[in-house]
């Protein structure tokens, strides 16, 4: 490959992932400005775009922030409500069995309301009449109340607490769409990628379309979807099957309205188990979106199909036998490479593993960012950047599918083999084993997630492991923790805050409707 300039950039696919991509590095590389880099976007208008994924994780609002974007158009435009938390609904044990406790939340605050982490008090019994996320952070209780993170005077992207969004997929693919070629100086092309040409060593030198002829460019990116059109299907890069940790492989989507238009709108992802997987339950300000997501080994269609039936009737009635639900068949597991040659993976082309922790949209907004801040300036430089970058991506992966196996692991499930099988511990990577080894007497530390670029950090951790009574026994070391006036306050202040809180935050659905008609004050 000559050592010359990178002028162009293509990127196939026009789904989350294509256009979150092309956002990123039309920022970034100035695709305005006279010397910046051409970015291009091709898409098909007959291949659909998978059309889920509409749980995200606070890292978004940071995005949309930078990207330029308005908090109140973006919630005005996608249908968008807030998130504070996964609630996961019977995860810890079989509905018949256990104390009756068996719902616990995951919220996005932090446990702490100073540079105190309050996490070791509360194992010392501090406050231990209270659930985990109740003593150290107002934000399950607010969300069981129903309330929203924020209220209409507070400024764009700023809230009382730390929040994500829903939103609906294929609105979010046009907000953005529409921001990356007005604003951001993105070329959009709407046709089909029908061929892939390579030079001599290997890398992509342009595609052939239906519709537009041939395309050049120096850099490509491919955000195909599942079909991985560029690299598994042109550059043969293979891909690492993760489906013997996260057995998941299926699932059942079904948008499903509000029966009345003023019901509550949850301010958290409802997660609930069921006998081979789980049910997203996604409140959208005007419908809502479901899915359960199954493993085919543990379970038949036909069973999953009624399982979900099931689930959605208390609500809808009548109209969950009628309703048209979309089978969508799911590749667990990652790319051998990421970059190779002068191509990138980004989107489910990258990878996938199931949506319990809305890991999409974090990985492929983080890797989309990443590219772009790290793009290099010369062609030469691809094979450095790509070895760093795929280091940096396969970490993010491997630590993903840990977080996600935890859920399973710490389950004391046992009325189908889905479960019981999930505690096999052949099926645990070596590395969750190690760190559960470590936290049997010892609290998560940072030192458990040394990289800059951790996708889960030691807080989240904590929800997890002690929203599902992971026993932590730290009372050979009490004596380090000499900080219990301190933390008693802290936690009787937080007791205090959520009642006040309670007072003043107002419900979603009422907070959603004003900033729709009012908006919210500009940063
Ligand atoms: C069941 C399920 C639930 C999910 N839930 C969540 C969630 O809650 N949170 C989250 O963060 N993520 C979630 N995800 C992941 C999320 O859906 C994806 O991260 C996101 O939609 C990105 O998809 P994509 O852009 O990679 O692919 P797609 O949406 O499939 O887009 C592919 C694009 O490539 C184009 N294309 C394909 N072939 C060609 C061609 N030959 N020529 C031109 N264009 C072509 C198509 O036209 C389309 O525009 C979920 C995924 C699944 C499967």
């Not at 959009?188 to 029908?194: I, Q």
């Not at 109209?319 to 040659?341: N, P, Q, V």
Request: glycine fraction near 6%.
């Amino acid at each position: 490959m000559a050592d010359q300039d990178i002028k162009n950039i293509i990127i196939v696919g026009g789904g989350t992932a294509g256009w979150l991509s092309a956002a990123h590095l039309a920022k970034t590389l100035k695709s305005n400005h006279p010397d910046g880099i051409n970015v291009t976007l091709i898409e098909s208008p007959d291949i659909p775009t998978i059309g889920v994924g509409e749980g995200t994780v606070p890292q978004m609002r940071e995005s949309l922030q930078y990207l330029g974007l308005s908090e109140t158009d973006f919630i005005r435009e996608c249908n968008v409500t807030f998130k504070q938390s996964i609630k996961f609904e019977g995860w810890l044990h079989t509905a018949s069995k256990g104390d009756g406790q068996n719902s616990y939340h995951h919220v996005f605050d932090y446990p702490s309301v100073s540079s105190l982490d309050l996490t070791p008090y509360w194992l010392l019994d501090k406050a231990k009449e209270l659930s985990y996320v109740d003593a150290v952070t107002v934000q399950g209780k607010i969300c069981d109340l129903g309330l929203g993170p924020k209220l209409i005077t507070h400024k764009e992207f700023d809230g009382f607490t730390n929040y994500a969004y829903h939103l609906d997929a294929a609105k979010f693919s046009e907000f953005l769409t529409k921001h990356a070629v007005n604003n951001l100086g993105v070329d959009r092309r709407l046709t089909k990628v029908v061929d892939i040409m390579l030079h001599d060593d290997g890398s992509v030198k342009s595609v052939r379309t239906d519709s537009e002829g041939e395309l050049e460019a120096d850099f490509f990116v491919d955000c195909t979807g599942f079909s991985s059109l560029i690299m598994e299907k042109k550059l043969g890069v293979g891909f690492i099957d993760k489906s013997d940790v996260l057995f998941v492989d299926h699932a059942l989507a079904a948008q499903v309205p509000y029966p009345k238009n003023d019901d509550a709108i949850p301010c958290a992802t409802l997660s609930s188990a069921q006998e081979a997987g789980w049910i997203w339950d996604i409140g959208l300000s005007d419908r809502r979106g479901t899915g359960y997501v199954y493993s085919s080994k543990y379970s038949s269609h036909e069973r999953a199909e009624e399982v979900f039936r099931n689930y959605l009737r208390p609500t809808i009635g009548a109209l969950a036998d009628e309703l048209t639900c979309r089978s969508i068949k799911m590749k667990i597991g990652y790319r051998e490479k990421f970059w190779h040659k002068n191509c990138v993976a980004i989107g489910l082309s990258q990878g996938f593993v199931e949506p319990l922790e809305a890991t999409g949209l974090l990985i492929f907004d983080a890797t989309a960012r990443m590219l772009a801040e790290q793009f290099p300036a010369q062609k030469s430089s691809f094979p450095a950047v790509a070895e760093r970058f795929n280091a940096l991506v396969n970490n993010a992966w491997e630590r993903v599918i840990d977080f996600v196996k935890l859920h399973y692991y710490l389950s004391e499930r046992d009325d189908h083999s889905f479960w019981t099988d999930n505690r096999d511990k052949n099926s645990v990577p070596e590395s969750l084993l190690k760190h559960l080894e470590i936290w049997k007497s010892g609290c998560p530390s940072a030192y458990d997630f040394p990289s800059r670029f951790e996708v889960f950090t030691k807080e989240n951790y904590y929800y997890i492991l002690y929203g599902m009574h992971f026993n932590t026994d730290i009372k050979r070391i009490k004596y380090r923790y000499q900080n219990s006036e301190k933390a008693e306050k802290e936690f009787q202040y937080i007791q205090k805050l959520t009642v006040e809180l309670s007072g003043t935050l107002i419900k979603h659905r009422d907070l959603i409707e004003r900033i729709k008609a009012y908006g919210l004050q500009k940063l």
